[in-house]
């Protein structure tokens, strides 16, 4: 193709890697300055309130203010993810996918006010009185050297785009406006929308969704990818509640991503699935003629496949003890219970002990783990296992609270590391409801996100006890967009990764235990995975 309809590279382009680097260089001595979670001045944060409710969040979780004076609490609907204040008030936001949107039908509640921490925070040394003016003052000089396109120029270029041409303009820009690394995968991310969207012409809306995907493929992140139209609305679904499936939980097994299986982990009773003859450990191996065998099948990838409109019809295959079996189910609505409890006791430990299994993190986790603590409790439970195995995450939001629910005030819970490197700390502002119990929390490989930010938060503040096997490793943060056209799916892009309370990135390594343990025993049977030992640090954490 001629050179000559190649557009030239702007300057701010040229420089902006440079301004970019320099920013964040201040940024990041900032950073290092900044002050821990005791602080002079606590904030909540909300996002945007999708709906009229004046309810207010319960949670004793805070985020660190940046004035030295206490801030004002924000009132805003029950929503879902309240740790980020940038959140579009028309988009869809996902940790893995944490939806920002209602909670559900929990009482309302007032937020306890902020509160001016009575101890001083910890002294740090001041900025070097010399570094910061001088990085600014480079900042200032670079950036008065650049004339800045035009943005008519732009908008003039994205006027005569064909739609196809939007669509991937549209996937590209929302990649470089919040995508975590600034590097691009150390690729020309300006070229990129050179060559796929000002240089190429498309035949069809297929084709244009193919360059989508294999743009974002280049970015060597399997998290953010395109997401065919019925996979997006499956996941925007299921987030805000209208979700219809067969009642089946979803797990993976075995491999890295590349040669993993995805399993039925668990059955919700009385559910489709388990009336039509689906049981835990069935591997998938196609659901409506989709085949998922191939070793990089994910949860996901199958759940938007099961899901679809109430009352119709979908054919599964599974594997189970090495025979091959068909089933035709009907889609309902499904309510999962994530939360259960049960007691019992344990050979060898003083004391009964109750179990509460937290299959995932939504916006109503905290209250119903709360009310299951408090059950047992009152039914003699003098220790405490949390069942995380399985849990792949979801809502943020929703690890913090119940996290918060062991922990002291002025606790760090996680730390969220966005695309600029700017630290958001969140932390603990009130005691939670349970701080001497002894506490075992039960992980496997599968789980994840904002399961590992739980366990991280209650491991590394020394008020629980790590039993099982090392977890899976997620420790980053997706925003889902839908793209252009109301038909054309979406796209799922990293934008911030999380950190634990000793600064630990989680991503890819996972939580390592305190003390190895089986975690094959029954979904309701979790004490006898768990050695006595595991009580007796327990009791010392």
């Not at 399985?390 to 969220?416: C, H, I, K, M, Q």
């Not at 992980?443 to 039993?467: F, G, H």
Request: net charge neutral.
């Amino acid at each position: 193709m001629s050179t000559s309809n190649r557009s030239p590279v702007p300057p701010s382009v040229r420089w902006g890697p440079i301004i970019t680097a320099l920013i964040i260089a201040s940024l990041q001595i900032n950073n290092v300055y900044s002050r821990p979670c005791v602080a002079h001045g606590f904030v909540h944060v909300g996002g945007p309130s999708t709906s009229s409710s004046s309810s207010s969040s319960s949670s004793s979780f805070s985020r660190r203010a940046t004035t030295d004076r206490p801030a004002q609490p924000r009132r805003t609907a029950k929503t879902g993810i309240r740790a980020y204040p940038h959140v579009d008030r028309d988009r869809t936001r996902f940790d893995s996918v944490a939806f920002v949107g209602r909670r559900g039908a929990s009482s309302p509640s007032r937020a306890p006010p902020p509160q001016r921490v009575s101890s001083p925070p910890p002294s740090r040394p001041s900025p070097p009185s010399v570094v910061l003016p001088l990085i600014l003052l480079v900042i200032v000089v670079v950036q008065s050297l650049i004339v800045l396109p035009s943005p008519a120029a732009y908008a003039s270029d994205y006027a005569s785009f064909t739609p196809e041409q939007r669509l991937v303009a549209e996937a590209w820009r929302t990649v470089d406006n919040v995508y975590i690394d600034r590097t691009f995968n150390h690729q020309d991310w300006f070229q990129m929308r050179q060559d796929a969207v000002l240089n190429r012409k498309y035949d069809s809306m297929e084709e244009a969704r193919g360059e989508v995907e294999r743009m974002l493929a280049t970015l060597g992140d399997r998290y953010t990818r395109y997401l065919p139209p019925a996979k997006y609305d499956s996941i925007v679904n299921a987030a805000t509640g209208n979700l219809y499936g067969v009642g089946v939980e979803l797990a993976t097994i075995g491999g890295d991503g590349t040669n993993s299986r995805v399993v039925a982990s668990d059955v919700e009773p009385s559910g489709p699935a388990m009336r039509g003859g689906l049981r835990p450990g069935d591997v998938f191996v196609e659901v409506d003629g989709v085949r998922f065998d191939d070793g990089s099948a994910t949860p996901d990838d199958v759940a938007s496949v099961v899901r679809g409109p109430e009352g119709s019809k979908v054919g599964v295959v599974v594997e189970r003890d090495g025979r091959v079996l068909d089933f035709i189910l009907t889609r309902e609505p499904i309510k999962i219970t994530s939360v259960r409890g049960y007691i019992g006791e344990k050979a060898g430990v003083s004391g009964k002990v109750g179990v509460v299994r937290i299959k995932n993190f939504s916006g109503t986790t905290s209250d119903a783990v709360r009310a299951e603590i408090e059950g047992l409790k009152k039914k003699g439970a003098a220790n405490i296992v949390l069942d995380l195995r399985g849990n792949p995450g979801g809502l943020l939001p929703g690890g913090v609270d119940t996290a918060s629910l062991f922990l002291e005030s002025n606790r760090a819970v996680v730390y969220v590391v966005n695309k600029n490197g700017i630290v958001d700390a969140q932390c603990t502002l009130a005691d939670g409801i349970d701080l001497d119990t002894p506490l075992v929390l039960l992980v496997d490989r599968n789980t994840a996100s904002a399961a590992e930010v739980m366990t991280a938060a209650l491991k590394e503040n020394k008020r629980a006890v790590v039993a099982g096997e090392q977890t899976f490793g997620k420790g980053i943060v997706q925003t889902i967009r839908q793209l252009e056209g109301g038909d054309n799916g979406g796209v799922a892009v990293t934008i911030a990764r999380y950190e634990t309370p000793d600064h630990h990135d989680i991503n890819k390594q996972g939580i390592p235990v305190d003390l190895k343990a089986s975690v094959d025993c029954g979904k309701e049977d979790a004490l006898s995975c768990l050695p006595k030992e595991a009580f007796s640090f327990a009791g010392k954490s």
